[in-house]
């Protein structure tokens, strides 16, 4: 019995949400596609990469939540900390409501006071940031997620929340924040320079000074301490009336369809597998899905299949039959790889065998799939 759908996902903004793509295999220095801190591409960061353990320092304790890789940044209470910074995919639309969502986990190797830590920091900006690491980052964030670690010290902990978009915000940025100020951009320049070279700086910024003196009683000694390094995998962030059809990890109620037995020639839709958006990369929140077909085809050999990609009917035709071909062949090549041994064939059909009318954004999503469908029993 198989019971089971495919569902495509194009709707995430974020680019290489479970941080899965990297050039490299240097340890902390992995230079992770698209993210970057707000400086350079350095990061805390664990793969499949075959790195000597010593070079994690205590790391390679941590597992992700899904696939083999994922990213962090250390954070205080009292001090200049890191972030995590990405471009989205598009810019948000003004006006429109956006949930954004992911997994958190508390580092095993680093974790003072960390029954202090509150919750984790969202922001959405024009900007694009570059300043030195670690930094204080003056900025008021649109989503202040609550965090506790204090059940969960060895667990991924769900994130989630909404906002309403102002508009043309380009890019998303994770951390704890500092609140404006009108010496912010004074504050950042100081905070990147040497001690000696920040006593210098304040003798020529007599006002600063002034100000230094009341923002450090005001906002970073009234914090509790805490120092911690967090882990983040299988970020998301869509318009919200996308992540009510069940993406972006909403935590959305579904009834399970009756069981049906395969019948050979009809085409099955599978649902709950994902892409990166216009790619054929294969998310890692489609495995278990993916995993489930796997135990169906081990179990009956000798069934052959036929994995077949279809799309709605924007953009070029024949562009849309290629992405459909790719998805198709993604799904069969992640199959084979958990030893399916299965005749398994893939084809690309684009737009040409639509289910639903692509006059509105529901049927074309409808159209938006990958079906299966057994060739022979």
């Known amino acids: 019995m198989i019971c089971m759908g495919f569902s495509v996902q194009a709707q995430n903004l974020i680019p290489n949400p479970g941080f899965e793509e990297h050039a490299n295999c240097l340890g902390l220095n992995t230079n992770v596609k698209e993210w970057k801190m707000?400086?350079?591409?350095?990061?805390?960061?664990?793969?499949?990469?075959?790195?000597?353990?010593?070079?994690?320092?205590?790391e390679e304790k941590n597992k992700p939540h899904a696939g083999t890789g994922f990213a962090g940044i250390c954070l205080y209470g009292?001090?200049?900390?890191?972030?995590?910074?990405?471009?989205?995919?598009h810019p948000?639309?003004?006006?429109?409501?956006?949930?954004?969502?992911?997994?958190?986990?508390?580092?095993?190797?680093?974790?003072?006071?960390?029954?202090?830590?509150?919750?984790?920091?969202?922001?959405?900006?024009?900007?694009?940031?570059?300043v030195a690491v670690p930094c204080y980052i003056f900025f008021d964030p649109q989503m202040l997620i609550p965090v506790s670690f204090d059940k969960q010290e060895k667990e991924w902990v769900f994130l989630s929340g909404k906002f309403t978009a102002t508009g043309n915000e380009t890019n998303i940025i994770i951390g704890n924040f500092l609140p404006s100020t009108p010496i912010a951009d004074e504050l950042t320049e100081y905070m990147s320079l040497s001690q000696s070279e920040r006593e210098s700086y304040l003798r020529k910024h007599k006002k600063l000074a002034d100000a230094m003196n009341q923002f450090n009683s005001d906002v970073i000694q009234e914090s509790k301490p805490y120092s911690i390094r967090c882990y983040f995998d299988d970020l998301c962030l869509m318009q919200s009336s996308d992540s009510t059809k069940g993406y972006c990890n909403y935590p959305?109620?579904?009834?399970?369809?009756?069981?049906?037995?395969?019948?050979?020639?009809?085409?099955?839709?599978?649902?709950?597998?994902?892409?990166?958006?216009?790619?054929?990369?294969?998310?890692?929140?489609?495995?278990?899905?993916?995993?489930?077909?796997?135990?169906?085809?081990?179990?009956?050999?000798?069934?052959?299949?036929?994995?077949?990609?279809?799309?709605?009917?924007?953009?070029?035709?024949?562009?849309?039959?290629?992405?459909?071909?790719?998805?198709?062949?993604?799904?069969?090549d992640y199959l084979v790889s958990k030893n399916a041994m299965n005749k398994i064939e893939a084809n690309g059909f684009g737009s040409t065998k639509p289910i639903a009318p692509n006059e509105s954004e529901d049927g074309r999503s409808k159209n938006r799939r990958v079906e299966f469908t057994i060739t022979k029993q």
Request: hydrophobic share 35%.
């Open 252 to 332: 959305v109620t579904k009834i399970a369809p009756p069981e049906i037995k395969p019948e050979v020639n009809k085409a099955i839709v599978l649902e709950n597998i994902f892409f990166e958006t216009a790619k054929s990369t294969l998310l890692p929140s489609s495995y278990p899905s993916l995993d489930k077909f796997v135990e169906w085809l081990i179990k009956n050999p000798s069934a052959e299949i036929l994995i077949s990609g279809h799309t709605d009917n924007k953009g070029n035709e024949a562009d849309n039959k290629k992405l459909s071909f790719d998805r198709a062949k993604s799904v069969k």
């Open 38 to 58: 707000a400086l350079g591409n350095y990061y805390h960061y664990l793969s499949d990469c075959p790195v000597p353990k010593s070079q994690y320092g205590g």
């Open 78 to 89: 009292r001090e200049a900390g890191e972030y995590l910074m990405v471009k989205l995919t």
């Open 92 to 130: 948000l639309t003004a006006n429109t409501e956006y949930y954004f969502s992911g997994y958190v986990l508390l580092a095993d190797e680093k974790r003072n006071d960390y029954k202090n830590f509150k919750r984790i920091e969202v922001g959405f900006t024009e900007k694009d940031y570059s």
